[in-house]
């Protein structure tokens, strides 16, 4: 049985942002400033406009996206998935959950920074249906290069993908 039929997704509590702003710490914003601390996490929780998704494999939290929905375009801040859980499809699954909720609100786009370091992180968007829009130099604590991507949730969606 593949771990993703075995994943289960749920917004996360306030008492999950602890390990969700480590995970973040360790997996996205190593090397940087820590911006993404267990307040500013238990804020985004609280915020209506919000959804910090988790994903779990047999109880333990396996991933956690963060997006914040406007009225036409979202705005995914972090997604991570902890390495022994990674090439599981739990990053898909969490990134087809919220594009779902996008749709179903009426969110014609979506739009993200990637770290230029992280190809790896590159690579997933692209093969996900994501575009690169731009690039913003210094963009991370003014060290590190920003990749601009976005989707469009208006474009028909393939049924044989």
Request: charged share 25%.
């Amino acid at each position: 049985m593949k771990a993703e039929s075995r994943v289960r997704f749920r917004a996360a509590h306030r008492s999950d942002a602890a390990a969700i702003a480590a995970m973040s710490r360790l997996h996205i914003e190593h090397g940087l400033r820590w911006r993404w601390t267990p307040a500013r996490v238990r804020k985004q929780i609280e915020d209506p406009d919000t959804m910090v998704l988790i994903a779990s494999l047999n109880g333990e939290m396996a991933g956690f996206a963060i997006m914040h929905f406007g009225d036409l375009d979202a705005h995914l801040f972090l997604l991570a998935v902890a390495p022994p859980f990674r090439r599981m499809g739990i990053g898909r699954g969490l990134l087809e959950w919220l594009e779902k909720s996008c749709r179903t609100a009426g969110i014609q786009n979506i739009r993200l920074e990637v770290r230029w370091g992280n190809r790896r992180a590159r690579r997933f968007y692209l093969a996900n249906g994501y575009r690169v829009l731009g690039q913003v130099a210094g963009y991370y604590d003014r060290r590190e290069a920003a990749v601009l991507m976005g989707k469009s949730l208006t474009e028909p969606v393939d049924p044989t993908l």
